[in-house]
């Protein structure tokens, strides 16, 4: 069980950037994979970016190339870093966590809003 806690959205202009972060407390931080994922209202909760405890990374074609995520298992915390920026990126942004043996053990931060507007 972690408890997450996302922080650093904002308003930001087409083609700029933006930073969040996630920091996570409780047990077993390695233990799971971490994640960025977005929503809109009336759509569904879309993956954005995955970070293994070892560095491994996956991301959405949609942010392929834009968006950079990372994770610090010193700190128990995740980033992404979000260049390039789009009107359609604009979403609430909610830090991910998922027991890798048990796919049931997952947690949701409160979410960031990040609105990509000029």
């Known amino acids: 069980q972690v408890q997450l806690v996302e922080s650093g959205g904002g308003l930001v202009q087409p083609g700029g950037s933006l930073g969040l972060s996630c920091a996570a407390s409780?047990?077993?931080?390695?233990?799971?994979?971490m994640g960025w994922y977005r929503q809109v209202p009336g759509k569904q909760r879309e993956l954005v970016a995955t970070?293994?405890?070892?560095?491994?990374?996956d991301y959405a074609e949609s942010v392929e190339g834009r968006f950079t995520i990372s994770r610090d298992n010193t700190k128990n915390t995740v980033s992404l870093q979000m260049k390039s920026l789009r009107p359609e990126d604009t979403a609430i942004y909610y830090c991910?966590?998922?027991?890798?043996?048990?796919?049931?053990?997952?947690?949701w931060g409160q979410g960031t809003q990040v609105t990509v507007y000029s």
């Open positions: 991910s966590a998922r027991h890798v043996f048990n796919s049931a053990r997952r947690d």
């Open positions: 409780g047990s077993s931080f390695t233990m799971y994979l």
């Open positions: 970070c293994t405890s070892g560095g491994t990374t």
